[in-house]
């Protein structure tokens, strides 16, 4: 994915998914030169989304999310998106974020194990 901004600067986002635990986001000035590289799988970049944001916003955030974690849940009428992550434990985790699904606005967000190592354990980053 690719912004451009209104003073000629781009954001690039590179996900290493679908099975990847980082997301990079490149900054590049007016001038077509790279300015910084950011890693945003992070709980200081999970801390930015907030209730009330649009998708677009979230995008801008933390790149998209694996297509196999998005779900939809009629009942609630609500939108799941999930990023595989490296927690500070070194243990795959999930960063959830929901949306209404009517409106593209974040409900809330969460976090959650990934329970899909051998036998159903948490498997550790880099495996």
């Given amino acids: 994915m690719s912004w451009k901004d209104a003073d000629g600067s781009e954001q690039l986002a590179y996900p ?11 900054f590049v000035g007016p001038d077509g030169k790279l ?3 950011d890693k945003v799988l992070n709980t200081a970049h999970f801390a930015r989304v ?17 297509s196999q974690w998005t779900q939809f849940y009629a009942r609630s ?13 070194n243990q795959q985790e999930f960063f ?7 409106t593209g606005i974040v ?14 354990s948490q498997p550790p980053c880099g495996q």
């Fill in 16 to 26: 290493r998914g679908p099975a990847g635990t980082q997301t990079f986001m490149a």
């Fill in 35 to 37: 300015q910084r590289v």
């Fill in 50 to 66: 907030q209730g009330g944001m649009t998708k677009d916003q979230v995008l801008r955030i933390l790149g998209p999310s694996g």
């Fill in 77 to 89: 009428n609500q939108l799941a998106w999930s990023w595989l992550f490296c927690n500070s434990w």
């Fill in 96 to 102: 959830d974020v929901m949306f209404d699904a009517s």
């Fill in 107 to 120: 409900h809330s967000t969460g976090q959650h194990p990934n329970l899909g190592g051998r036998d159903g």
